[in-house]
Protein backbone atom coordinates (compact mmCIF):
# COMPACT_ATOMS: atom_id res chain seq x y z
CA UNK A 1 0.00 0.00 0.00
CA UNK A 2 1.29 3.45 -0.71
CA UNK A 3 2.10 5.84 2.34
CA UNK A 4 -1.20 7.84 2.85
CA UNK A 5 -0.29 11.32 4.22
CA UNK A 6 -3.23 12.07 6.62
CA UNK A 7 -2.70 11.43 10.30
CA UNK A 8 -4.67 8.94 11.86
CA UNK A 9 -5.13 8.09 15.40
CA UNK A 10 -3.29 4.89 16.63
CA UNK A 11 -6.95 3.42 16.87
CA UNK A 12 -8.14 4.25 13.27
CA UNK A 13 -5.04 2.91 12.45
CA UNK A 14 -5.70 -0.37 14.13
CA UNK A 15 -9.42 -0.35 12.81
CA UNK A 16 -7.69 0.05 8.83
CA UNK A 17 -5.40 -2.54 9.56
CA UNK A 18 -7.67 -5.09 10.56
CA UNK A 19 -10.21 -4.24 7.97
CA UNK A 20 -7.30 -4.41 4.99
CA UNK A 21 -6.29 -7.61 6.94
CA UNK A 22 -10.01 -9.09 6.51
CA UNK A 23 -10.41 -8.28 3.13
CA UNK A 24 -6.78 -9.56 2.22
CA UNK A 25 -7.59 -13.18 3.71
CA UNK A 26 -11.59 -13.46 3.00
CA UNK A 27 -11.15 -11.85 -0.59
CA UNK A 28 -7.98 -11.03 -1.88
CA UNK A 29 -8.04 -9.23 -5.15
CA UNK A 30 -8.46 -12.57 -7.76
CA UNK A 31 -11.53 -13.47 -6.03
CA UNK A 32 -13.15 -10.03 -6.00
CA UNK A 33 -12.27 -9.77 -9.97
CA UNK A 34 -14.12 -13.19 -10.15
CA UNK A 35 -17.07 -11.82 -8.48
CA UNK A 36 -17.02 -8.93 -9.66
CA UNK A 37 -17.04 -10.78 -13.65
CA UNK A 38 -19.79 -13.27 -12.25
CA UNK A 39 -21.82 -10.11 -10.89
CA UNK A 40 -22.40 -11.77 -7.66
CA UNK A 41 -22.08 -10.18 -4.25
CA UNK A 42 -19.41 -10.97 -1.38
CA UNK A 43 -21.66 -13.30 0.84
CA UNK A 44 -18.17 -14.05 2.76
CA UNK A 45 -16.91 -10.65 3.04
CA UNK A 46 -20.78 -9.33 4.31
CA UNK A 47 -20.00 -11.84 7.08
CA UNK A 48 -16.79 -11.36 7.85
CA UNK A 49 -17.23 -7.27 7.75
CA UNK A 50 -20.08 -8.04 10.29
CA UNK A 51 -17.76 -10.09 12.66
CA UNK A 52 -15.36 -7.05 12.81
CA UNK A 53 -18.23 -5.03 13.93
CA UNK A 54 -17.81 -2.81 10.61
CA UNK A 55 -21.95 -2.79 10.31
CA UNK A 56 -22.47 -0.72 13.66
CA UNK A 57 -20.03 1.80 13.00
CA UNK A 58 -21.33 5.17 13.55
CA UNK A 59 -24.30 3.65 15.96
CA UNK A 60 -22.88 4.04 19.45
CA UNK A 61 -22.96 0.57 21.45
CA UNK A 62 -25.36 1.45 24.01
CA UNK A 63 -27.70 1.28 20.87
CA UNK A 64 -26.40 -1.79 19.78
CA UNK A 65 -23.63 -0.77 17.30
CA UNK A 66 -19.87 -0.40 17.25
CA UNK A 67 -19.11 3.31 18.16
CA UNK A 68 -17.03 5.38 15.76
CA UNK A 69 -18.30 8.11 13.91
CA UNK A 70 -18.00 9.85 10.74
CA UNK A 71 -14.23 9.53 10.14
CA UNK A 72 -14.73 5.59 11.43
CA UNK A 73 -17.06 5.36 8.26
CA UNK A 74 -14.98 7.28 5.48
CA UNK A 75 -11.75 5.30 7.11
CA UNK A 76 -13.84 2.35 6.08
CA UNK A 77 -15.25 3.11 3.13
CA UNK A 78 -11.73 4.36 1.64
CA UNK A 79 -10.22 1.01 2.47
CA UNK A 80 -13.68 -0.78 0.46
CA UNK A 81 -13.76 1.33 -2.36
CA UNK A 82 -9.48 0.46 -2.66
CA UNK A 83 -10.34 -3.74 -2.27
CA UNK A 84 -13.66 -4.19 -2.99
CA UNK A 85 -15.76 -1.60 -4.46
CA UNK A 86 -19.31 -3.02 -4.87
CA UNK A 87 -18.77 -3.92 -1.28
CA UNK A 88 -17.79 -0.59 -0.04
CA UNK A 89 -21.24 1.07 -2.27
CA UNK A 90 -23.10 -1.74 -0.38
CA UNK A 91 -21.44 -0.05 2.66
CA UNK A 92 -22.34 3.56 1.44
CA UNK A 93 -26.37 2.06 1.55
CA UNK A 94 -25.93 0.56 4.99
CA UNK A 95 -24.57 3.74 6.51
CA UNK A 96 -27.50 5.48 5.35
CA UNK A 97 -29.97 2.99 6.85
CA UNK A 98 -28.36 2.64 9.67
CA UNK A 99 -28.33 6.42 10.35
CA UNK A 100 -32.13 7.04 9.30
CA UNK A 101 -33.07 4.35 11.23
CA UNK A 102 -31.25 5.66 14.88
CA UNK A 103 -32.30 9.49 13.22
CA UNK A 104 -35.91 9.09 12.99
CA UNK A 105 -36.88 5.61 14.64
CA UNK A 106 -38.91 4.78 17.81
CA UNK A 107 -37.48 2.15 19.91
CA UNK A 108 -39.86 -0.64 18.66
CA UNK A 109 -38.94 0.20 15.06
CA UNK A 110 -34.88 0.39 16.43
CA UNK A 111 -35.32 -2.60 17.65
CA UNK A 112 -37.10 -4.30 15.34
CA UNK A 113 -34.92 -2.94 12.40
CA UNK A 114 -31.45 -1.14 13.52
CA UNK A 115 -30.59 -4.02 15.41
CA UNK A 116 -30.89 -6.93 13.16
CA UNK A 117 -28.40 -4.95 10.45
CA UNK A 118 -26.37 -4.08 12.84
CA UNK A 119 -25.27 -7.52 13.46
CA UNK A 120 -25.30 -7.60 9.39
CA UNK A 121 -28.29 -10.17 9.73
CA UNK A 122 -30.09 -8.34 7.67
CA UNK A 123 -29.56 -5.51 4.66
CA UNK A 124 -31.67 -2.34 3.47
CA UNK A 125 -32.05 -0.54 0.60
CA UNK A 126 -32.76 3.20 0.76
CA UNK A 127 -35.72 4.07 -2.47
CA UNK A 128 -35.87 7.69 -3.41
CA UNK A 129 -34.58 7.96 -6.78
CA UNK A 130 -37.65 7.78 -9.28
CA UNK A 131 -37.04 7.25 -13.39
CA UNK A 132 -38.23 10.64 -14.40
CA UNK A 133 -34.66 11.98 -12.18
CA UNK A 134 -32.90 11.85 -9.40
CA UNK A 135 -31.53 15.38 -9.03
CA UNK A 136 -34.66 16.84 -9.05
CA UNK A 137 -36.83 14.49 -7.08
CA UNK A 138 -39.23 16.31 -5.53
CA UNK A 139 -40.54 16.91 -9.22
CA UNK A 140 -39.92 13.43 -9.97
CA UNK A 141 -41.34 11.75 -6.98
CA UNK A 142 -44.64 10.39 -7.84
CA UNK A 143 -44.77 7.05 -5.95
CA UNK A 144 -47.50 8.03 -2.97
CA UNK A 145 -48.68 6.54 0.32
CA UNK A 146 -52.48 6.38 1.25
CA UNK A 147 -53.86 5.63 4.53
CA UNK A 148 -56.31 2.94 4.58
CA UNK A 149 -57.71 2.24 8.50
CA UNK A 150 -54.55 2.30 10.11
CA UNK A 151 -52.48 0.95 7.54
CA UNK A 152 -50.80 2.69 4.53
CA UNK A 153 -51.03 1.58 0.71
CA UNK A 154 -48.49 2.37 -1.05
CA UNK A 155 -48.12 2.30 -4.85
CA UNK A 156 -45.05 3.92 -7.42
CA UNK A 157 -42.12 2.67 -9.22
CA UNK A 158 -38.43 3.37 -8.10
CA UNK A 159 -35.82 3.12 -10.10
CA UNK A 160 -31.57 2.58 -9.75
CA UNK A 161 -32.04 0.87 -5.94
CA UNK A 162 -29.13 -1.22 -4.90
CA UNK A 163 -29.68 -4.35 -3.33
CA UNK A 164 -33.23 -4.11 -3.77
CA UNK A 165 -33.68 -7.84 -4.90
CA UNK A 166 -31.55 -8.96 -2.01
CA UNK A 167 -32.61 -6.82 0.84
CA UNK A 168 -34.36 -7.44 3.43
CA UNK A 169 -35.93 -4.04 4.26
CA UNK A 170 -36.72 -0.80 1.93
CA UNK A 171 -36.46 2.17 3.19
CA UNK A 172 -38.83 3.85 0.75
CA UNK A 173 -39.88 7.79 0.02
CA UNK A 174 -43.49 8.35 -1.04
CA UNK A 175 -46.02 11.12 -1.26
CA UNK A 176 -48.61 11.55 1.33
CA UNK A 177 -49.27 15.19 0.99
CA UNK A 178 -49.39 18.00 -1.36
CA UNK A 179 -46.58 20.45 -0.38
CA UNK A 180 -43.59 19.99 -2.53
CA UNK A 181 -41.20 19.21 0.11
CA UNK A 182 -42.99 18.67 3.62
CA UNK A 183 -45.67 16.31 1.53
CA UNK A 184 -43.39 13.33 1.62
CA UNK A 185 -42.92 10.18 4.20
CA UNK A 186 -40.67 7.77 4.57
CA UNK A 187 -41.81 3.72 5.39
CA UNK A 188 -40.28 0.90 6.24
CA UNK A 189 -41.48 -1.84 3.74
CA UNK A 190 -40.39 -5.51 4.20
CA UNK A 191 -38.86 -6.57 0.77
CA UNK A 192 -41.40 -9.87 0.47
CA UNK A 193 -44.93 -7.72 0.79
CA UNK A 194 -46.75 -8.58 -1.60
CA UNK A 195 -47.25 -6.31 -4.74
CA UNK A 196 -43.18 -5.51 -4.27
CA UNK A 197 -41.66 -6.55 -7.34
CA UNK A 198 -37.69 -5.63 -8.01
CA UNK A 199 -35.83 -6.21 -10.94
CA UNK A 200 -32.41 -6.48 -11.71
CA UNK A 201 -30.93 -3.53 -14.34
CA UNK A 202 -28.01 -4.99 -16.53
CA UNK A 203 -25.73 -2.43 -15.51
CA UNK A 204 -21.98 -1.59 -16.39
CA UNK A 205 -20.74 -0.98 -12.97
CA UNK A 206 -20.52 -2.13 -9.11
CA UNK A 207 -21.43 -5.50 -10.73
CA UNK A 208 -20.93 -7.22 -6.91
CA UNK A 209 -24.27 -5.69 -5.78
CA UNK A 210 -27.71 -5.46 -7.23
CA UNK A 211 -28.98 -2.41 -9.10
CA UNK A 212 -32.75 -2.63 -9.43
CA UNK A 213 -36.30 -0.90 -10.58
CA UNK A 214 -38.67 -1.37 -7.95
CA UNK A 215 -42.66 -1.76 -8.49
CA UNK A 216 -45.03 -1.00 -5.29
CA UNK A 217 -48.56 -1.86 -6.32
CA UNK A 218 -50.97 -1.96 -3.74
CA UNK A 219 -48.06 -2.42 -0.76
CA UNK A 220 -50.36 -2.54 2.65
CA UNK A 221 -47.96 -2.01 5.56
CA UNK A 222 -49.12 -1.26 8.82
CA UNK A 223 -49.29 2.16 10.84
CA UNK A 224 -45.95 1.67 12.21
CA UNK A 225 -43.84 1.36 9.18
CA UNK A 226 -43.88 5.08 9.04
CA UNK A 227 -40.47 6.26 10.15
CA UNK A 228 -40.19 9.59 11.77
CA UNK A 229 -43.05 12.10 10.98
CA UNK A 230 -45.64 12.31 8.50
CA UNK A 231 -44.96 14.46 5.68
CA UNK A 232 -41.40 15.44 7.26
CA UNK A 233 -39.78 12.48 4.93
CA UNK A 234 -37.14 14.80 2.67
CA UNK A 235 -36.10 16.83 5.72
CA UNK A 236 -35.29 13.65 6.95
CA UNK A 237 -33.25 13.10 4.16
CA UNK A 238 -31.32 16.10 3.59
CA UNK A 239 -30.09 15.45 7.47
CA UNK A 240 -28.31 12.77 6.08
CA UNK A 241 -27.01 13.72 3.18
CA UNK A 242 -23.86 15.44 4.22
CA UNK A 243 -22.99 12.08 5.47
CA UNK A 244 -23.90 10.25 2.32
CA UNK A 245 -21.98 12.28 0.36
CA UNK A 246 -18.24 12.59 2.49
CA UNK A 247 -19.30 8.55 2.58
CA UNK A 248 -19.53 8.57 -1.28
CA UNK A 249 -16.38 11.02 -1.04
CA UNK A 250 -14.17 8.51 0.65
CA UNK A 251 -15.07 5.20 -1.89
CA UNK A 252 -14.33 7.65 -4.92
CA UNK A 253 -10.47 7.98 -2.74
CA UNK A 254 -10.47 4.36 -2.17
CA UNK A 255 -10.85 3.99 -5.99
CA UNK A 256 -8.62 6.60 -7.00
CA UNK A 257 -5.92 5.26 -4.66
CA UNK A 258 -6.53 1.82 -5.46
CA UNK A 259 -5.88 2.71 -9.10
CA UNK A 260 -2.53 4.62 -8.46
CA UNK A 261 -1.32 1.62 -6.97
CA UNK A 262 -2.03 -1.31 -9.29
CA UNK A 263 -0.72 1.24 -12.03
CA UNK A 264 2.54 2.23 -10.14
CA UNK A 265 2.79 -1.33 -9.39
CA UNK A 266 2.23 -2.25 -13.73
CA UNK A 267 4.81 0.09 -14.38
CA UNK A 268 7.74 -1.05 -12.40
CA UNK A 269 7.20 -4.40 -13.86
CA UNK A 270 6.20 -3.96 -17.89
CA UNK A 271 9.24 -2.89 -20.04
CA UNK A 272 9.58 -0.71 -23.12
CA UNK A 273 12.78 0.15 -24.41
CA UNK A 274 14.59 -2.14 -22.23
CA UNK A 275 13.28 -0.72 -19.38
CA UNK A 276 10.36 -0.57 -17.33
CA UNK A 277 7.35 1.69 -18.13
CA UNK A 278 7.89 3.76 -14.26
CA UNK A 279 11.07 4.69 -15.60
CA UNK A 280 9.98 7.02 -17.96
CA UNK A 281 9.36 10.57 -16.27
CA UNK A 282 6.25 10.90 -18.10
CA UNK A 283 4.54 8.06 -16.40
CA UNK A 284 5.67 8.61 -12.95
CA UNK A 285 4.35 12.62 -13.27
CA UNK A 286 1.14 11.34 -14.60
CA UNK A 287 0.88 8.83 -11.71
CA UNK A 288 2.44 12.09 -9.14
CA UNK A 289 -0.34 14.35 -9.85
CA UNK A 290 -2.59 11.77 -9.81
CA UNK A 291 -2.10 11.00 -6.07
CA UNK A 292 -1.18 14.53 -5.46
CA UNK A 293 -5.09 15.15 -6.47
CA UNK A 294 -6.04 11.90 -4.83
CA UNK A 295 -4.27 12.61 -1.50
CA UNK A 296 -5.90 16.39 -1.44
CA UNK A 297 -9.02 15.29 -1.50
CA UNK A 298 -8.71 12.75 1.54
CA UNK A 299 -7.57 15.45 3.55
CA UNK A 300 -10.79 17.08 2.31
CA UNK A 301 -13.14 14.25 3.23
CA UNK A 302 -11.42 13.24 7.13
CA UNK A 303 -11.53 17.17 7.74
CA UNK A 304 -14.92 17.11 6.40
CA UNK A 305 -15.90 13.74 9.27
CA UNK A 306 -14.19 15.14 11.60
CA UNK A 307 -15.94 18.29 11.76
CA UNK A 308 -19.50 16.32 11.27
CA UNK A 309 -18.19 14.23 14.30
CA UNK A 310 -17.49 17.84 16.09
CA UNK A 311 -21.39 18.55 15.83
CA UNK A 312 -20.23 21.41 12.85
CA UNK A 313 -21.62 22.29 9.55
CA UNK A 314 -20.41 20.34 6.84
CA UNK A 315 -22.57 21.31 3.93
CA UNK A 316 -19.66 23.40 1.87
CA UNK A 317 -17.13 21.36 2.78
CA UNK A 318 -18.29 17.74 2.37
CA UNK A 319 -19.83 19.41 -1.24
CA UNK A 320 -15.83 20.08 -2.10
CA UNK A 321 -14.61 17.03 -0.58
CA UNK A 322 -17.41 14.92 -2.96
CA UNK A 323 -16.76 17.31 -5.84
CA UNK A 324 -12.33 16.95 -5.35
CA UNK A 325 -12.65 12.85 -4.95
CA UNK A 326 -14.64 12.10 -7.82
CA UNK A 327 -13.08 14.89 -10.14
CA UNK A 328 -9.35 13.03 -9.06
CA UNK A 329 -10.20 9.07 -8.68
CA UNK A 330 -11.59 9.39 -12.29
CA UNK A 331 -8.23 11.04 -13.11
CA UNK A 332 -6.44 8.23 -11.36
CA UNK A 333 -8.35 5.28 -13.31
CA UNK A 334 -8.17 7.46 -16.87
CA UNK A 335 -4.52 7.57 -15.96
CA UNK A 336 -4.20 3.88 -15.28
CA UNK A 337 -6.02 2.87 -18.08
CA UNK A 338 -3.79 4.76 -20.32
CA UNK A 339 -0.40 2.97 -18.84
CA UNK A 340 -1.69 0.13 -18.50
CA UNK A 341 -2.96 0.11 -22.18
CA UNK A 342 -3.38 -3.05 -23.96
CA UNK A 343 -3.78 -5.01 -20.83
CA UNK A 344 -5.94 -2.15 -19.16
CA UNK A 345 -9.01 -4.40 -21.31
CA UNK A 346 -8.39 -7.65 -19.42
CA UNK A 347 -11.57 -8.37 -16.99
CA UNK A 348 -9.47 -10.49 -15.10
CA UNK A 349 -7.23 -7.16 -13.93
CA UNK A 350 -8.64 -4.83 -11.49
CA UNK A 351 -7.79 -1.29 -13.51
CA UNK A 352 -10.79 -2.00 -15.81
CA UNK A 353 -13.05 -2.22 -12.36
CA UNK A 354 -11.74 0.70 -11.01
CA UNK A 355 -12.52 2.30 -14.64
CA UNK A 356 -15.84 1.39 -14.71
CA UNK A 357 -16.96 1.38 -11.16
CA UNK A 358 -15.56 4.99 -10.56
CA UNK A 359 -18.47 6.61 -12.59
CA UNK A 360 -20.83 5.81 -9.84
CA UNK A 361 -19.63 8.74 -7.53
CA UNK A 362 -19.80 11.14 -9.82
CA UNK A 363 -23.42 11.91 -10.33
CA UNK A 364 -24.66 9.89 -6.72
CA UNK A 365 -25.75 10.89 -4.35
CA UNK A 366 -24.65 14.30 -5.58
CA UNK A 367 -23.95 15.30 -9.37
CA UNK A 368 -20.79 17.12 -9.70
CA UNK A 369 -22.63 20.49 -10.79
CA UNK A 370 -24.86 20.22 -7.97
CA UNK A 371 -22.21 20.47 -5.75
CA UNK A 372 -20.66 23.10 -7.06
CA UNK A 373 -23.83 24.91 -7.02
CA UNK A 374 -24.16 24.19 -3.61
CA UNK A 375 -20.30 25.62 -2.98
CA UNK A 376 -21.19 28.51 -5.37
CA UNK A 377 -24.23 29.56 -3.16
CA UNK A 378 -23.09 28.95 0.44
CA UNK A 379 -19.66 29.52 0.29
CA UNK A 380 -19.26 32.47 -2.47
CA UNK A 381 -22.89 34.06 -1.61
CA UNK A 382 -24.28 34.05 -5.08
CA UNK A 383 -28.28 33.50 -6.12
CA UNK A 384 -29.20 30.02 -6.44
CA UNK A 385 -28.70 29.20 -9.41
CA UNK A 386 -31.89 26.70 -10.37
C1 LIG B 1 -25.49 1.97 -9.75
C2 LIG B 1 -26.45 2.96 -9.18
C3 LIG B 1 -26.91 2.79 -7.88
C4 LIG B 1 -27.85 3.68 -7.35
N1 LIG B 1 -28.36 3.44 -6.09
C5 LIG B 1 -29.40 4.19 -5.65
C6 LIG B 1 -30.10 3.84 -4.44
O1 LIG B 1 -29.73 2.87 -3.76
N2 LIG B 1 -31.15 4.59 -4.06
C7 LIG B 1 -31.58 5.67 -4.78
O2 LIG B 1 -32.55 6.29 -4.36
N3 LIG B 1 -30.94 6.04 -5.93
C8 LIG B 1 -29.89 5.32 -6.38
N4 LIG B 1 -29.25 5.65 -7.56
C9 LIG B 1 -29.71 6.82 -8.31
C10 LIG B 1 -28.75 8.02 -8.23
O3 LIG B 1 -28.82 8.59 -6.96
C11 LIG B 1 -29.17 8.98 -9.35
O4 LIG B 1 -28.72 8.40 -10.58
C12 LIG B 1 -28.62 10.36 -9.16
O5 LIG B 1 -29.27 11.01 -8.10
C13 LIG B 1 -28.76 11.22 -10.42
O6 LIG B 1 -30.07 11.19 -10.90
P1 LIG B 1 -30.34 10.89 -12.46
O7 LIG B 1 -29.54 9.71 -12.83
O8 LIG B 1 -31.81 10.83 -12.64
O9 LIG B 1 -29.74 12.14 -13.20
P2 LIG B 1 -30.51 13.49 -13.59
O10 LIG B 1 -31.23 14.00 -12.39
O11 LIG B 1 -31.31 13.23 -14.82
O12 LIG B 1 -29.32 14.47 -13.91
C14 LIG B 1 -28.54 14.29 -15.10
C15 LIG B 1 -27.47 15.35 -15.17
O13 LIG B 1 -28.06 16.65 -15.37
C16 LIG B 1 -27.22 17.64 -14.83
N5 LIG B 1 -28.00 18.48 -13.89
C17 LIG B 1 -29.18 18.17 -13.29
N6 LIG B 1 -29.59 19.20 -12.53
C18 LIG B 1 -28.66 20.17 -12.63
C19 LIG B 1 -28.50 21.49 -12.09
N7 LIG B 1 -29.39 22.05 -11.27
N8 LIG B 1 -27.38 22.20 -12.42
C20 LIG B 1 -26.47 21.67 -13.25
N9 LIG B 1 -26.56 20.43 -13.80
C21 LIG B 1 -27.64 19.70 -13.50
C22 LIG B 1 -26.05 16.91 -14.12
O14 LIG B 1 -24.95 16.85 -14.99
C23 LIG B 1 -26.62 15.51 -13.91
O15 LIG B 1 -25.60 14.54 -13.78
C24 LIG B 1 -28.28 4.80 -8.11
C25 LIG B 1 -27.79 4.98 -9.42
C26 LIG B 1 -26.92 4.07 -9.96
C27 LIG B 1 -26.47 4.23 -11.38
Known amino acids: MLPQMATLTEEQQMLRDALEGAIDRVSPVGRVQELDNAKTFDTALHAALAELGIMGIGIPEEQGGSGGGAVEQVIVLEVLGRKATSMAVFMVVHFMATRILRENGTPEQMAAHLAPLLRGETKASFCLTEASGGTDILSAMKTRARRDGDDWIIN ?10 TSDMLIVLARTGEHRSRGLSMFVVPARAEGVTATEVATMAIN ?13 VPGDALLGQLDNGFPQVIATLNGERMNAAAVA ?12 DYA ?20 SIAGIGIE ?13 DAGEATDVLSS ?9 AVHCADVGMEIFAGAGFDSDLPIQRYYRD ?5 FAPLNQNMALNMIAERWLGFPRSF
Do not use: C
Open 296 to 308: SAWLMVLEAARKD
Open 208 to 220: GYDTNSLALDEVR
Open 156 to 165: GNKMWISGAS
Open 253 to 264: VGIGRGAVEVTR
Open 358 to 362: VRLYS
Open 268 to 287: MERTAFDRPIGQFQSVQHQL
Open 320 to 328: MAKWSSARA
